[in-house]
C-alpha cells in the first residue's frame, strides 16, 4: 500500500503562485508513476501532471502547460506541484495520486481557491 498526504492548498489571488506537496509512504523507485489530478465542482477529476518513474518523463494536461511545474525529490518521496499564473477556473481539490503494481492511491485532496 501507498499512504499519500498532501499540502500547500489555500486561497490566492488570479495571477499568483502556490506550491502544493505530496509525500509518499514508499520509496518513488518502487511506484509506477505519481503525480496530481483535480476535480473542480460539478465536474469530473482530471489529471494536471504526472511523472512516470521509470523511465523519468513527466505529462502535463494541456491547460496548465507552460504555468505548472511538476517535480520530485526521491530522497524525501516528495512530489511538488509549482503552480504560477493561477486563473480561477484552477480552482479545485487538488489529489495527489501514485500507482504502486496494479493499484492506484489517493490522498486526501487539497483545496486551492483562486480568486478574481
Known amino acids: 500500500q501507498v499512504q499519500l498526504v498532501e499540502s500547500g492548498g489555500g486561497l490566492v489571488q488570479a495571477g499568483g503562485s502556490l506550491r502544493l506537496s505530496c509525500t509518499a509512504s514508499r520509496s518513488f523507485f518502487s511506484l509506477n508513476n505519481i503525480g496530481w489530478y483535480r476535480q473542480a465542482p460539478g465536474k469530473q477529476r482530471e489529471l494536471v501532471a504526472r511523472?512516470?518513474?521509470?523511465?523519468?518523463?513527466?505529462h502535463y494536461a494541456d491547460s496548465v502547460k507552460g504555468r505548472f511545474t511538476i517535480s520530485k525529490d526521491n530522497d524525501k518521496n516528495t512530489v511538488y506541484l509549482q503552480m504560477a499564473s493561477l486563473k480561477p477556473e484552477d480552482t479545485a481539490v487538488y489529489y495527489c495520486?501514485?500507482?504502486?503494481?496494479?493499484?492506484?492511491?489517493w490522498g486526501k485532496g487539497t483545496l486551492v481557491t483562486v480568486a478574481s
Open positions: 511523472i512516470i518513474i521509470h523511465p523519468d518523463k513527466t
Open positions: 495520486n501514485a500507482e504502486f503494481l496494479v493499484e492506484e492511491y
